[in-house]
């Protein structure tokens, strides 16, 4: 009875703090559309006749101070209205189809490249600490290290360029739907998921090696090969998910960092993608759109860390106790 | 005599950056079936570390181990890792001294007590569900059922260590290493946990190797006994023949320094002055010679050798209480 109403306490929290971020983030940024030195009317209004002129201003809600500017924003944007791409004369496509349109690309390539970085990384980063100092060890942590410090559009122009143009393997850019062809669609993906992984990899890697090292060293695991488990049983049932807290804690804080390196990969790559929107909106002055993105993306952080946090509170009951008390 | 274990010349020593550490130098144990056998000695004094050693639970590259251990016929010394394994849970178990570490925090005492029914003795997981309940009533816990489900956090230290032991005798080993297994806990569990090892060491037939700094509880609870001072034996005798004839000085100081009730208080407590020698870098003659109250020159140049009474009590002193024989 109790369980449950703390469970009800810690959503409403969060509930609270999406809401406080996205809320943040956003007046923020309206603040600072009406601190650009280009002012917004100049930018956007066009047109010989006054008539014309008002009616744009109007449209684009410029005639209002900022705060009220603001508050009519949230009410469009909470009911699905993004706002416009402002097109000179007036007019012009919604936010929301582009979108539409472009979210479901990014969040597939963000989602493909953590499960990717994950599945190599927790592996190896056990084997490389099950065998801490030895050879096999010194040979991850160094191809690691080199692979990390190659950036990531880098790393995406020499894969497209050797497996996609020399040995014609993968296509070197395009992306195509799962709805039209799931086996091509995979073939487009394979090439910015590695640019954008490798990375990750190296980084998730070492924080994971660190973890196990240490529990490692604790009681319970001598316990364990005492009741004569396989080390193997050892390193996945005991040791893996006490040692697996700061990996997923990091795992989440890179959501941000992803995102950001995915508007270079997709262009890197020609996937018609969010990263590729927020670059042209910012290239083409089109801060409405801006502004939409990034609360978008806000949200999506302010989730996704939420969601690892109760996955982290479920895997390790001390995080919980800690928490509560 | 049928023996269980049978410890010949077992040397343990680690690679340290100050030059090899000589934990273990020389240790004869004869251990007859069904016995119980305390290993007494003050911290440093290598009791945990021969267990260990003996169990073949010390792995690492930093470890040098020679000497012969046999265990129920089974030369078992030379093993490595993989193959001592089937030893373990079935034919030697270990109690550690802190419960506070020895189970695993982020997995229910449920799984962690049916897990070794189901790998080292294959029954399914109903069944061993329903063993492991059993064997939680057997070391006397409350409501088992819905211990099982609990985390180890949730348990007080006596609980878990009643945990550690019911995991340690679930496949019914012939032989349990019990290293201080009341040392982390409140006097009063102390006797209760004391109680329980020997009705079980009684009711499953087991032998016992019961690692201590209590004379006290050596007294109480086992067959024979032998005392470790700086990795070597210096005394060994049946216990009743310890306690009415001494041989070492080590033995009574370690005796004169447990505190009594029935003598006045407000007295110094009695204790052993100086400290072990330095393990790295051992001088020559008696370890024990700058701590003896009964030092000769002949003790400050040579290391005695172990000398066997004609009633079989061992001893390493040139010089012992009530004379030689």
């Known amino acids: ?325 | 005599m049928n023996s269980v274990l049978s410890i010949k010349n077992l040397e343990v020593g680690f690679d340290t950056p100050r030059g090899l550490l000589q934990a273990v130098r020389g240790v004869d144990v004869e251990m007859p079936a069904g016995s119980s056998m305390g290993i007494v000695g003050e911290s440093g004094s290598g009791k945990t570390v021969m267990c260990r050693a003996a169990m073949g639970l010390l792995r690492g590259s930093n470890v040098r181990r020679s000497g012969s251990v046999v265990f129920d016929g089974d030369e078992i010394g030379a093993l490595d890792s993989a193959d001592v394994r089937q030893y373990f849970g079935t034919g030697m178990a270990m109690i550690f001294q802190d419960p506070m570490t020895a189970l695993n925090p982020v997995r229910r005492i449920g799984s962690q007590l049916a897990e070794s029914l189901v790998i080292r003795l294959g029954m399914d997981k109903k069944a061993a569900r329903t063993r492991a309940a059993e064997l939680l009533a057997l070391v006397r816990i409350p409501d088992p059922e819905a211990t099982l489900r609990k985390f180890p956090g949730q348990l007080s230290g006596g609980m878990r260590q009643r945990v550690v032991i019911a995991t340690a005798i679930a496949c019914k080993p012939k032989l349990l290493f019990a290293d201080e297994p009341t040392t982390a806990l409140d006097v009063t569990v102390q006797a209760q946990i004391l109680e329980l090892l020997s009705d079980l060491r009684r009711d499953l037939d087991m032998s016992m190797m019961l690692v201590t700094h209590d004379l006290g509880v050596v007294a109480n609870h086992t067959d024979y006994v032998t005392v470790l001072y700086a990795g070597l034996v210096v005394e060994q005798a049946p216990t009743k023949k310890l306690f009415t004839s001494m041989k070492m000085p080590y033995t009574e100081a370690l005796l004169k320094s447990i505190p009594r009730l029935d003598q006045p208080s407000g007295g110094r407590m009695p204790m052993i002055g100086g400290r072990l020698p330095d393990p790295t870098n051992p001088e020559p003659g008696c370890p024990f010679a700058p701590r003896c109250p009964y030092v000769q020159d002949k003790c400050r140049s040579e290391v005695p050798p172990l000398t066997t009474a004609a009633d079989g009590h061992v001893y390493r002193c040139f010089f012992p209480i009530g004379g030689n024989g």
């Open chain 1, 1 to 325: 009875m109790r369980a449950k109403s703390t469970n009800i306490v810690e959503v409403l929290k969060r509930l609270v703090q999406l809401l406080l971020v996205v809320i943040g983030a956003t007046f923020l940024l309206s603040l600072l559309l009406r601190l650009l030195p280009v002012g917004l009317k100049e930018l956007y209004v066009t047109g010989l006749f006054e008539e014309d002129r008002q009616r744009q201003i109007k449209e684009l809600g410029l005639d209002r101070n900022a705060f009220s500017y603001y508050i009519h924003w949230l009410w469009d944007f909470v009911r699905g209205d993004f706002g416009p791409i402002v097109l000179p004369g007036g007019g012009g496509e919604s936010v929301a189809s582009h979108v539409g349109r472009a979210l479901p690309k990014t969040l597939q390539l963000v989602f493909y490249t953590q499960i990717f970085a994950l599945a190599v990384a927790i592996p190896l980063g056990i084997f490389s600490a099950y065998r801490a100092g030895r050879r096999t060890d010194r040979f991850v942590s160094y191809g690691l290290f080199t692979a990390a410090s190659i950036p990531n559009f880098v790393l995406g122009l020499l894969l497209a360029l050797i497996i996609g143009v020399k040995l014609e393997w993968l296509p070197p850019l395009g992306y195509v739907p799962i709805s039209e062809s799931f086996v091509d669609h995979v073939r487009s993906m394979i090439l910015p998921v590695l640019a954008l992984g490798i990375p990750l990899i190296a980084s998730y890697t070492r924080l994971l090696r660190t973890d196990v090292i240490a529990t490692l060293r604790e009681d319970f695991v001598t316990m364990a090969v005492a009741k004569g488990l396989s080390d193997r049983r050892i390193l996945f049932t005991h040791v893996l998910r006490p040692s697996s807290v700061t990996l997923l804690t990091s795992a989440a804080l890179n959501m941000g960092a992803l995102i950001g390196g995915s508007l270079v990969i997709e262009r890197v790559f020609s996937i018609p993608g969010l990263g590729t929107e927020i670059g042209l909106a910012i290239f083409g002055r089109q801060y409405f759109a801006l502004q939409a993105y990034v609360a978008l993306v806000a949200i999506g952080y302010v989730i996704f860390n939420s969601v690892i946090d109760v996955f982290v509170g479920l895997i390790d009951p001390r995080t919980r106790e800690r928490r509560n008390a």
